[in-house]
């Protein structure tokens, strides 16, 4: 891939090959960040295990201290009290078949769907268009629930999912360059260490291979991963 001279310039300042600990990586983020606009902070694992078996999956939410920077629109699809409920929680949107209709119409303008397991025969028709996109509700990941209250109010407040790719990779973002070095070091240590948390019962050797750090524009900053091991304990 060709790259710009600007970046080229930039990626000088990370010593190639070096694992770098958070506190130093945070700094290396501010330093290699080139763009006028507010840049998210990107965290990205590769993990040693197998993707194609089930009992190594590695799926799962956790919460960012300090949410991700970004507001998160919700669509609850629910009815009755569950539907108060949902809006009383803070909820964008709440409805139920009005809204199955228009993602049948290709409507996916919403950040998380929540649903309540009796929505799910009609919404698991809507698999082809929202799966591609990370949108369908799952009970693993908090979003088919009764508990819509706090389903809602955990999402706002900064709830993240994670799952691992065919080429058993996670990438999630974890926040702005607007933070302060606190806050982003805070949010990457609670990813870091639910990453760790997760480890698969049946995985062997080495779980995690390569951890790194970057801006939206920014070059990829290799992070110590014994350092990153530690946050699961």
């Not at 501010?30 to 295990?49: H, N």
Request: hydrophobic content about 35%; glycine content about 10%; some cysteine.
């Amino acid at each position: 891939m060709k790259r710009s001279r600007s970046y080229k310039e930039h990626a000088e300042k990370i010593e190639r090959g070096r694992p770098n600990t958070l506190e130093d990586a945070v700094k290396l983020l501010r330093e290699t960040a080139r763009a006028k606009f507010d840049e998210s902070v990107e965290a990205t694992v590769r993990l040693g295990v197998d993707p194609r078996k089930a009992d190594q999956m590695v799926r799962g939410t956790t919460v960012l201290p300090h949410g991700t920077g970004k507001k998160v629109r919700v669509l609850v699809l629910a009815k009755g009290d569950k539907a108060k409920e949902a809006e009383e929680a803070g909820a964008d949107m709440v409805g139920s078949e009005e809204y199955i209709e228009k993602i049948q119409g290709g409507w996916t303008d919403v950040d998380t769907i929540i649903a309540t397991p009796d929505m799910m025969g009609q919404v698991g028709k809507l698999g082809k268009i929202l799966g591609p996109k990370k949108l369908m509700p799952n009970p693993k990941s908090g979003t088919v629930t009764m508990d819509i209250e706090r389903a809602v109010k955990a999402t706002k407040a900064g709830k993240i999912e994670y799952r691992l790719d065919k080429t058993a990779n996670i990438q999630v973002g974890v926040g702005k360059l607007s933070f302060t070095d606190e806050q982003i070091l805070e949010n990457l240590r609670a990813f870091f260490g639910a990453i760790m948390r997760a480890k698969p019962a049946t995985a062997k050797g080495t779980y995690l291979k390569n951890a790194s750090v970057c801006s939206t524009m920014g070059p990829g900053i290799k992070l110590d991963t014994n350092e990153i091991t530690t946050l699961g304990r």
